[in-house]
């Protein structure tokens, strides 16, 4: 009888320690097993499932794990860019996939090393994440994924950007479990499936077989009356390989991939490492618009004003435009493998995102989730807005909803709502930590806030408001927005003085007399020194005598004596006026 290896449920994101508990392996051997297989990830991140049964797989425990039922959303969901009509044609995107072994790399290297422009002898010495070839005169990017190209971020962000997946396959050893899996992957991220048959030059190699074995995975070929090319290729020998090209430029023409260019430029970090005497640089694939140097992109906490781009060559370019890869000098810090980037208009406007960035990975627990939809608005803004944060829970998505959108309508060129974060259920610890972190105002809409949580909030002084009637939520932030409104400044005149004589002058003091020609003069006020139209300096009117006596006030037509006091010396003459005013802050509300 066959025994049953034990089945451990995980969820779809699961943390490095948590799995090495369920396992009941030490921590260090899963994060050691993670770095074999290029996942950088430390005790507190989060892996996804798929993730988790390769290692699992890898370690050859006598384990298997099943995703467990989960009703919590999965990450954040990241839509494709909708292309304008403004659009023009852009190269594919094409992701390498396959089991160990069957010559990925290796199909990626004769590619590469069989197509790209003229480079100098001694071949290919540097690994690159990234690659364009000219097949045709046409342009292709390739993408190779670190690892195992299930991991996490490739899935969240990668998946969107890659246009086709080329499925290796070695002829001679056939499809695999991880054939499968790249299957599933390309499959559920709705992307075009090429099958490269590969080491066709080898003795065991046998492509019917092959092709059977993928109709047993759903994936039927075209001469079988499916839609799936295969190409019969040898990494080792280079043939087919213009064959497979020529299939990835078809399956282009029929997807007519386009990319607007006069739009802030984005796309996604594919590598980011420190270089000797350049320091941090960040492999970039553009998804839409044009990178220059000299723009400024944020990815992630990360920014950069981009000092030189260079192809995967290594040669500088003056421009990168939708699916070109490149590298990018000038981040301050190391952005992240799987960041999205996005060009923004000033240095304030990416220091300011990639904080609020730092921010929310720190409350996520290291795991970034800035959506896109929130980089976007972010750029549209103008700087000199100020924002007030909320972090919004509701009872139901619909609900959710249109608050979010009754308070996006209060924003004005002075103003705004931010909503840092926002979710259907009850507020939770996360929501209050969230709030105490960014400076954020939770707003709950027909959803309770526990006893405990309650206490929470009280003790970190994170304020919590809730609502069963929307429009009372609604007057509630408009007036927390008003008190952010710069108070309008109304300056009163009083009455003005001619200068008959001037008794003693110190840098910061004057005592002077005059004549009141309009209006009257008080004390304490505030008044302008007037030489013809010319304003010398403002000043503070400290004391005012009729005669030898203290006047609180002097009327048109009176003489009188006068000091005030000034910031700067005043070289007063006979004949200068002063005009007496007052100033109001007057409170202004939306
Ligand atoms: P990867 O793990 O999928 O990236 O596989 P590699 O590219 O590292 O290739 C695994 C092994 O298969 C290496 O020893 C390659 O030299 C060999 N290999 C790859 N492609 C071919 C091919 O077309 N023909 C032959 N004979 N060997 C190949």
């Given at each position: 009888?066959?025994?049953?290896?034990?089945?451990?449920?995980?969820?779809?994101?699961?943390?490095?320690?948590?799995?090495?508990?369920?396992?009941?392996?030490?921590?260090?051997?899963?994060?050691?097993?993670?770095?074999?297989?290029?996942?950088?990830?430390?005790?507190?991140?989060?892996?996804?499932?798929?993730?988790?049964?390769?290692?699992?797989?890898?370690?050859?425990?006598?384990?298997?794990?099943?995703?467990?039922?989960?009703?919590?959303?999965?990450?954040?969901?990241?839509?494709?860019?909708?292309?304008?009509?403004?659009?023009?044609?852009?190269?594919?995107?094409?992701?390498?996939?396959?089991?160990?072994?069957?010559?990925?790399?290796?199909?990626?290297?004769?590619?590469?090393?069989?197509n790209?422009?003229?480079?100098?002898?001694?071949?290919?010495?540097?690994?690159?994440?990234?690659?364009?070839v000219k097949h045709n005169n046409r342009l292709i990017?390739?993408?190779?994924?670190?690892?195992?190209?299930?991991?996490?971020?490739?899935?969240?962000?990668?998946?969107?950007?890659?246009?086709?997946?080329?499925?290796?396959?070695?002829?001679?050893?056939?499809?695999?479990?991880?054939?499968?899996?790249?299957?599933?992957?390309?499959?559920?991220?709705?992307?075009?499936?090429?099958?490269?048959?590969?080491?066709?030059?080898?003795?065991?190699?046998?492509?019917?077989?092959?092709?059977?074995?993928?109709?047993?995975?759903?994936?039927?070929?075209?001469?079988?009356?499916?839609?799936?090319?295969?190409?019969?290729?040898?990494?080792?020998?280079?043939?087919?390989?213009p064959?497979?090209l020529d299939?990835i430029l078809?399956?282009?023409?029929?997807?007519?991939?386009?990319?607007?260019?006069?739009?802030?430029?984005?796309?996604?970090?594919?590598?980011?490492?420190?270089?000797?005497?350049?320091?941090?640089?960040?492999?970039?694939?553009?998804?839409?618009?044009?990178?220059?140097?000299?723009?400024?992109?944020?990815?992630?906490?990360?920014?950069?004003?981009?000092?030189?781009?260079?192809?995967?060559?290594?040669?500088?370019?003056?421009?990168?435009?939708?699916?070109?890869?490149?590298?990018?000098?000038?981040?301050?810090?190391?952005?992240?493998?799987?960041?999205?980037?996005?060009?923004?208009?000033?240095?304030?406007?990416?220091?300011?995102?990639?904080?609020?960035?730092?921010?929310?990975?720190?409350?996520?627990?290291?795991?970034?989730?800035?959506?896109?939809?929130?980089?976007?608005?972010?750029?549209?803004?103008?700087?000199?807005?100020?924002?007030?944060?909320?972090?919004?829970?509701?009872?139901?998505?619909?609900?959710?909803?249109?608050?979010?959108?009754?308070?996006?309508?209060?924003?004005?060129?002075?103003?705004?709502?931010?909503?840092?974060?926002?979710?259907?259920?009850?507020?939770?610890?996360?929501?209050?930590?969230?709030?105490?972190?960014?400076?954020?105002?939770?707003?709950?809409?027909?959803?309770?806030?526990?006893?405990?949580?309650?206490?929470?909030?009280?003790?970190?002084?994170?304020?919590?408001?809730?609502?069963?009637?929307?429009?009372?939520?609604?007057?509630?932030?408009?007036?927390?927005?008003?008190?952010?409104?710069?108070?309008?400044?109304?300056?009163?005149?009083?009455?003005?003085?001619?200068?008959?004589?001037?008794?003693?002058?110190?840098?910061?003091?004057?005592?002077?007399?005059?004549?009141?020609?309009?209006?009257?003069?008080?004390?304490?006020?505030?008044?302008?020194?007037?030489?013809?139209?010319?304003?010398?300096?403002?000043?503070?009117?400290?004391?005012?005598?009729?005669?030898?006596?203290?006047?609180?006030?002097?009327?048109?037509?009176?003489?009188?004596?006068?000091?005030?006091?000034?910031?700067?010396?005043?070289?007063?003459?006979?004949?200068?006026?002063?005009?007496?005013?007052?100033?109001?802050?007057?409170?202004?509300?939306?």
């Amino acid at each position: 009888m066959q025994e049953m290896s034990n089945v451990i449920e995980i969820e779809d994101m699961i943390t490095v320690g948590t799995l090495a508990e369920r396992l009941m392996i030490p921590v260090s051997s899963l994060i050691g097993e993670l770095m074999k297989n290029g996942v950088m990830a430390t005790v507190n991140e989060r892996i996804d499932f798929d993730t988790a049964q390769i290692i699992v797989e890898e370690l050859k425990l006598d384990v298997s794990l099943a995703r467990q039922a989960t009703t919590e959303a999965a990450g954040p969901v990241r839509h494709k860019i909708v292309a304008s009509d403004k659009a023009v044609s852009r190269p594919p995107v094409v992701a390498v996939m396959g089991h160990v072994d069957h010559g990925k790399t290796s199909l990626l290297d004769a590619i590469r090393s069989s197509n790209v422009a003229a480079r100098e002898a001694g071949g290919i010495t540097q690994h690159i994440s990234a690659y364009q070839v000219k097949h045709n005169n046409r342009l292709i990017t390739f993408l190779d994924t670190p690892g195992h190209e299930a991991f996490a971020a490739i899935r969240e962000h990668g998946a969107l950007l890659t246009d086709i997946v080329i499925i290796v396959v070695a002829a001679d050893d056939g499809v695999k479990p991880q054939t499968i899996e790249a299957i599933r992957f390309a499959r559920k991220a709705g992307v075009k499936i090429i099958v490269a048959a590969n080491k066709m030059d080898k003795e065991g190699a046998d492509v019917n077989r092959l092709k059977q074995e993928l109709s047993e995975q759903d994936l039927l070929v075209e001469e079988w009356g499916g839609d799936t090319f295969v190409a019969e290729v040898s990494a080792k020998t280079g043939k087919g390989i213009p064959e497979l090209l020529d299939m990835i430029l078809l399956v282009t023409d029929v997807e007519e991939l386009k990319a607007d260019i006069d739009v802030p430029a984005r796309g996604l970090i594919i590598e980011a490492h420190v270089e000797q005497g350049r320091g941090p640089m960040a492999y970039a694939l553009v998804e839409a618009g044009t990178l220059k140097p000299g723009t400024f992109v944020v990815a992630g906490s990360s920014y950069a004003k981009i000092r030189n781009l260079e192809n995967t060559e290594g040669v500088p370019v003056k421009i990168a435009t939708p699916s070109m890869p490149v590298s990018i000098t000038g981040f301050k810090t190391l952005p992240e493998f799987g960041d999205e980037f996005v060009a923004v208009a000033n240095e304030r406007a990416a220091r300011h995102m990639a904080e609020a960035a730092a921010v929310e990975k720190q409350a996520a627990g290291g795991h970034s989730s800035v959506g896109s939809s929130e980089l976007i608005r972010m750029i549209n803004r103008n700087n000199e807005v100020q924002e007030l944060n909320v972090i919004i829970k509701a009872d139901v998505q619909g609900s959710l909803t249109s608050v979010i959108d009754s308070l996006k309508a209060l924003d004005t060129e002075e103003v705004a709502v931010r909503v840092v974060s926002s979710g259907v259920g009850a507020i939770g610890e996360n929501d209050l930590h969230l709030a105490h972190s960014s400076n954020a105002i939770v707003l709950g809409f027909n959803v309770s806030l526990a006893t405990s949580s309650r206490q929470q909030a009280a003790r970190d002084k994170v304020r919590v408001q809730l609502y069963k009637v929307i429009y009372e939520l609604i007057d509630d932030v408009k007036n927390e927005l008003s008190t952010l409104l710069k108070p309008e400044i109304v300056e009163t005149e009083l009455g003005r003085l001619v200068i008959r004589g001037i008794f003693n002058t110190t840098k910061t003091a004057v005592i002077c007399g005059g004549e009141v020609t309009k209006g009257k003069l008080t004390v304490p006020a505030l008044a302008r020194v007037m030489r013809d139209k010319e304003s010398l300096g403002e000043v503070e009117i400290t004391g005012l005598k009729r005669g030898p006596a203290e006047a609180k006030e002097v009327f048109e037509g009176e003489m009188c004596g006068l000091s005030f006091s000034t910031k700067h010396r005043i070289d007063l003459q006979e004949g200068d006026h002063i005009e007496l005013f007052t100033r109001q802050a007057i409170e202004r509300s939306l």
